[in-house]
């Protein structure tokens, strides 16, 4: 079983990698991407506070495949924003 305080450290480091890349994005194109790549951001950051209060859910805790599921909640989200970000470039 996933510990808890690992996957609050992937959700963490695997969305920030994806705000940086959208901060890249954005610097390099300057105005040009500006509100497509803020919208990504928000969206990341609705991503992460989604999947943090389905890690504090103490009712969920119990069930064997609960982190499990936040992990492919984490992955399939990390796709769909890298996607639209490559989309931009």
Not at 12 to 30: D, H, K
Not at 33 to 53: G, M, Q, S, Y
Not at 61 to 72: D, L, W
């Amino acid at each position: 079983m996933t510990k808890i305080k690992d996957l609050k450290k992937d959700i963490n480091n695997t969305l920030g990698e994806v705000i940086e890349s959208a901060l890249i994005l954005q610097s390099q194109n300057t105005s040009d991407k500006a509100p497509e790549t803020e919208a990504i951001i928000d969206e990341t950051i609705e991503v992460f506070d989604i999947l943090i209060a389905k890690i504090n859910d103490k009712d969920e805790r119990s069930n064997k495949g609960h982190f499990a599921g936040i992990r492919q909640e984490l992955e399939a989200a990390e796709s769909k924003l890298m996607a639209k970000i490559a989309a931009l470039k």
